[in-house]
């Protein structure tokens, strides 16, 4: 097996002591360029053994620190330097954020080799004074321009501060922008800058990855990525989103069209996003959804298909995105899916790397191009068939409790959007049925509240007066009995409460234009009501009409408990012929009423006519 040319041109320099800077694309074996030469220059029992060192040297204090941005390519460092260093027991450890300060104390204390590591977490057992970073021999900064472009260009300073000033410090990078190159300049000691590119690989991507561009709309792609999830020969398969909300919700509607996936994003706790990555490593689950976290370093074996479901920001975005696949002289895959609005995003990307996709084709879910350059079967549909949901999903891998320190967002191993959903139903489902009465609305009467065990007297309307325009009451009604709520008619005037009780219903003689409204008698002094006469206006009189004298109402006056009488107020209508003066009489009292007094008009003035009448 030979060695790739990055740690075929690395290796001799860095066991020298030498600083070096190294750049070779992703997926070409940069780790084990600067792990090899850092496991060498750590002591341990076993050279002291062996001869090669003297037992003063050993300590339980870090001897070599390397440096990454992100916490899912800290432990896939720490894996391959664990893997290296395995014949010589070298202790390495990994500290980055998310997990539980105990466990890593304590391992410290036990003490450690090699420490691979996250820039906050360093920090933070520093300032502790828990870690102890006077030993350190080697430094590697790797992905050293993802973690300039998170901002953890303050805190790397720090740290290098920290350490001694002798020392070798290597750098490795997929790309090398001039922040970098200044960071090496104030930090390192004359490098040796090494970038290494294989003779039949020319370009900036692998030669390996097949590149596909698609022109698609936002609403057809959860579609289309289901029609490419079944292309023959798909291995596992990883899909990159900008925003955390969508890679949530696309590993959703994925698992709802019957496929095995997960989601990696800073939404989740560590423990789930830990859950997601060895279920996929294990092949429990065959579709990773995630964000640019998973970009950086992952190393999964059998990662066939890349689907970029959102276009990159940048050009380096893209070429860590499609170099999950195609790595160590595998082939890949790399989808890209381009939105309309995303268009000259992408025409700078292809311009920068020379891709050859300025104008990709507009495909959707039922494109024979698509089908056919994907090696889709035909006829397939964007919902995963029974007979092939082989996989035992996420749920069967289980989370580790890691003791999280809080974190964004949803706990580790917090279920989807549809477990929470069905787990808040079986609570609802197990909680006991409401027992309390709910509140009873107390009726009132003219703001003064009804006691329960005072005797109310209900008035009861009747339905129709009677032929002399008086109305049935109902009175005296048990309190004890179901109250029932009183009626309320709609008035004009509202009488004081010293008026009278009863209020007869006026009745016109024939021939007039008097309106009339029956009103009923109620027992209830403090609750009266009478009703006003409508006003009708009438057109003015021609000169040949004479002048109208009013004429006296036909009312009766109504006699209140107290034996007052109170006449009522009559408005006066213009008639349509002349009336001589006095020939209207008085109306008929109302059979059973009491005596009533004339009441004397109201004279209403009429506009004076042309000519006057004799007297």
């Known amino acids: 097996m030979s060695p790739f040319p990055i740690q075929e041109m690395t290796l001799p320099v860095a066991l020298s002591g030498k600083d070096v800077i190294g750049q070779a ?6 780790t084990l360029g600067f792990g090899l030469p850092l496991l060498e220059r750590v002591t341990v029992p076993a050279d002291v053994e062996a001869g090669r060192a003297v037992p003063e040297q050993l300590t339980n204090a870090p001897q070599a620190l390397v440096v990454v941005p992100t916490r899912e390519l800290c432990q896939q460092v720490t894996n391959d330097l664990q893997t290296a260093g395995k014949v010589r027991n070298v202790r390495v450890l990994a500290i980055y954020g998310g997990r539980a300060y105990e466990p890593q104390v304590e391992a410290l204390k036990k003490g ?58 290597m750098l490795f990078s997929a790309t090398m922008p001039g922040a970098v190159i200044g960071l090496a300049r104030r930090y390192m000691s004359q490098p040796t800058h090494i970038s290494a590119t294989s003779p039949d690989d020319a370009g900036a991507t692998v030669a390996n990855t097949t590149q596909r561009v698609y022109r698609a709309h936002s609403m057809d792609k959860p579609e289309l990525v289901a029609r490419i999830l079944q292309a023959e020969g798909r291995g596992l398969a990883m899909i990159f989103c900008r925003t955390k909300r969508t890679a949530a919700d696309i590993a959703d509607q994925l698992a709802q069209r019957g496929f095995a996936s997960g989601a990696v994003h800073g939404d989740l706790g560590q423990g789930a996003r830990e859950q997601a990555l060895r279920a996929f490593r294990n092949g429990k689950v065959d579709v990773l959804v995630c964000t640019d976290v998973a970009a950086r370093g992952i190393d999964v074996e059998g990662v066939t298909h890349v689907i970029n479901y959102q276009s990159p920001e940048e ?13 160590a002289g595998a082939s890949g895959i790399a989808v890209t899916l381009v939105d309309w609005d995303d268009i000259p995003r992408w025409q700078l990307i292809n311009k920068a790397l020379d891709l050859g996709f300025p104008d990709p084709p507009e495909t959707y879910s039922t494109s024979p191009h698509l089908f056919e350059e994907l090696n889709i ?56 049925a409401r027992t309390r009465t709910p509140r009873q609305r107390r009726r009132t009467r003219g703001g003064t509240p009804l006691e329960a065990g005072e005797a109310q007297t209900q008035t009861v309307a009747a339905t129709a007066p009677s032929a002399t325009g008086a109305v049935d009451t109902a009175e005296g009604v048990d309190a004890a009995e179901p109250r029932i709520p009183r009626r309320r008619r709609r008035t004009r005037v509202a009488v004081p409460a010293e008026a009278a009780a009863a209020v007869a219903t006026t009745v016109a003689q024939p021939g007039s234009d008097l309106f ?72 008929e009292p109302a059979e059973g009423d009491a005596p009533a007094a004339e009441a004397k008009p109201r004279r209403r003035r009429t506009r004076t006519a042309a000519a006057q009448p004799e007297s």
């Open 112 to 169: 450690v080799d090699v420490i691979v590591g996250t820039p906050g977490r360093l920090l933070d057992l520093a300032g502790q004074r828990k870690l102890d970073l006077s030993h350190v021999r080697g430094l590697v900064l790797d992905e050293a321009d993802e973690m300039l472009d998170l901002g953890f260009l303050p805190d790397v300073e720090r740290i290098i501060q920290l350490l001694p000033a002798k020392r070798q410090t």
């Open 25 to 30: 694309k992703t997926g070409t074996g940069k």
């Open 516 to 587: 009339v409204e029956p009103v009923a008698e109620q027992g209830d002094a403090d609750a009266e009501v009478v009703t006003k006469p409508r006003r009708r206006r009438t057109r003015a009189a021609k000169p040949a009409v004479e002048a109208v004298e009013t004429v006296e109402s036909a009312a009766t006056a109504t006699v209140t408990d107290a034996g007052t009488e109170t006449k009522p107020r009559r408005r006066t209508r213009a008639a349509k012929a002349p009336v001589e003066a006095g020939t209207a009489k008085a109306a």
């Open 315 to 327: 050009e380096k975005t893209y070429l860590h995105r499609i170099g999950r696949t195609g790595r």
């Open 377 to 432: 079967p035909a006829g397939t549909k964007g919902i995963l068939p029974r007979t092939d949901r082989t996989r035992a999903g996420l749920s069967a891998e289980q989370v580790e409790d890691l003791g999280e320190t809080g974190g964004r967002g949803r706990k580790s191993g917090a279920p989807s959007s549809s477990a929470r959903s069905a787990a808040a139903t079986a609570v609802q489902e197990e909680r006991p």
